[in-house]
């Protein structure tokens, strides 16, 4: 596939982090790579901010919501990010923990 002057950056920034990558935290590498990208920064923050907050009547989230700042996500931004952010392997509890909270929270599923 031909990819845009922007996309060819972003990705051989991609392939230049995975070659440098720590092997003990692929999920946190994988949100610095989102992070690189605005759009796909701005709306990973979105999706995290509407799946982590709570109805305050119900102390639980609103899944509906939820859903449709991933589906939003997954719709506007390239699979190179996506999948790395979906996919992202954890050694650690720490990463394990950040992953259940900021890339896969509960309220998605």
Do not use: W
Request: with cysteine; glycine share 0%; aromatic share 8%.
């Amino acid at each position: 596939t031909v990819l845009t002057s922007g996309c060819q950056i972003h990705f051989l920034l991609l392939v230049v982090m995975d070659l440098n990558s720590s092997k003990e935290n692929h999920c946190l590498d994988a949100a610095k790579a989102c992070n690189l990208d605005e759009n796909c920064m701005n709306l990973r923050s979105q999706y995290i901010s509407t799946c982590t907050r709570l109805v305050t009547s119900t102390d639980s989230c609103n899944r509906r919501k939820c859903h449709k700042a991933l589906r939003q996500f997954f719709d506007r931004i390239p699979s190179e990010y996506t999948y790395r952010l979906l996919f992202c392997s954890c050694r650690t509890e720490a990463c394990a923990q950040r992953r259940r909270q900021t890339i896969v929270p509960s309220c998605s599923y």
